[in-house]
């Protein structure tokens, strides 16, 4: 027996249907703020906010993001499980908006997006690794998909929420939305809930070289 044929040759390719999942995860990441965004200044009028009340809620989503940040990312490398974390990211974006039709109070509302801004970090640490660790010859391609469900994300939503203004209240709005983010984070627990990218993966990676290796020795003194 040859040498080559011994020793196993690298896994196939991966399948895409995970980038897809996470491009669309992303996507809805930036759908919910965009959204946001139009709606702002008819939340602030029905709740009679000023100018500069309404600027201080983006102020608050952004402030609450830079705050958490590094915990985020510290606790991302920590747990190992991936694709739960994005499933939990992405409810948690969308959940604090659904929770935005309820409310009468300005800082009911300031709660809610620091939730968002709390949650939208949980998603990048979590998702531009494990598409690198997952797809390690094609990082380039995969993080450019990433990258795209953003920008669709981003360009979607502004034209989906104004066709539904047209009809609907933003209250009615923001319960619908909640709706893409709950089934996609569904998905993305079914096909990636274990998922797993990080310190203990690569432990077991580890622990698994170390049981092969008494085996390749044996067929590389079987060879000679």
Same mark, same amino acid.
């Given at each position: 027996?040859?040498?080559?044929?011994?020793?196993?040759?690298?896994?196939? *390719?991966k399948?895409?249907?995970?980038?897809?999942?996470?491009?669309?995860?992303? @996507?809805?990441?930036?759908?919910?703020?965009?959204?946001?965004?139009?709606?702002l200044p008819?939340? @602030? =009028?029905?709740?009679?906010?000023?100018?500069?009340?309404?600027?201080?809620?983006?102020?608050?989503?952004?402030?609450? %993001?830079?705050?958490?940040?590094?915990? %985020?990312?510290?606790?991302?490398?920590?747990?190992? =499980?991936?694709?739960?974390?994005m499933a939990?990211?992405?409810f948690?974006?969308?959940?604090?908006?659904f929770?935005?039709?309820?409310?009468?109070?300005?800082?009911?509302?300031?709660?809610?997006?620091?939730?968002? *801004?709390?949650?939208?970090?949980?998603?990048?640490?979590?998702?531009?690794?494990?598409?690198?660790?997952?797809?390690?010859?094609? =990082? @380039?391609?995969? +993080?450019s998909?990433?990258?795209?469900g *953003?920008?669709?994300?981003?360009?979607?939503?502004?034209?989906?929420?104004?066709?539904?203004?047209?009809?609907?209240?933003?209250?009615?709005?923001?319960? &619908?939305?909640?709706?893409p983010? #709950?089934?996609?984070?569904?998905?993305?627990?079914?096909? +990636? %809930?274990? +998922?797993?990218?990080?310190? =203990?993966?690569?432990?077991?990676?580890?622990?698994?070289?170390?049981?092969? *290796?008494?085996?390749? &020795?044996? #067929?590389?003194?079987?060879?000679?």
């Amino acid at each position: 027996m040859s040498i080559a044929a011994a020793v196993p040759g690298p896994a196939g *390719g991966k399948s895409f249907r995970e980038v897809w999942l996470i491009t669309v995860g992303h @996507g809805l990441t930036h759908w919910y703020p965009a959204t946001f965004y139009l709606l702002l200044p008819l939340i @602030g =009028k029905e709740l009679g906010l000023s100018y500069s009340e309404i600027g201080f809620v983006m102020t608050c989503q952004y402030i609450a %993001g830079a705050v958490s940040n590094i915990p %985020g990312g510290m606790l991302v490398d920590t747990v190992g =499980k991936k694709g739960l974390l994005m499933a939990v990211a992405l409810f948690w974006i969308g959940f604090p908006y659904f929770l935005m039709s309820f409310t009468h109070s300005y800082w009911l509302l300031l709660a809610c997006v620091t939730l968002v *801004g709390i949650g939208n970090n949980l998603w990048h640490p979590t998702a531009i690794p494990t598409l690198a660790h997952r797809f390690p010859e094609r =990082k @380039g391609l995969v +993080l450019s998909f990433h990258g795209m469900g *953003g920008n669709v994300g981003d360009a979607m939503a502004p034209l989906a929420v104004g066709a539904l203004l047209a009809v609907l209240t933003w209250r009615e709005i923001v319960v &619908l939305n909640v709706v893409p983010g #709950v089934i996609m984070a569904c998905l993305i627990l079914y096909y +990636l %809930g274990t +998922l797993r990218v990080g310190a =203990k993966q690569a432990e077991r990676e580890g622990r698994g070289r170390e049981a092969r *290796g008494p085996e390749r &020795l044996r #067929v590389f003194q079987g060879a000679a």
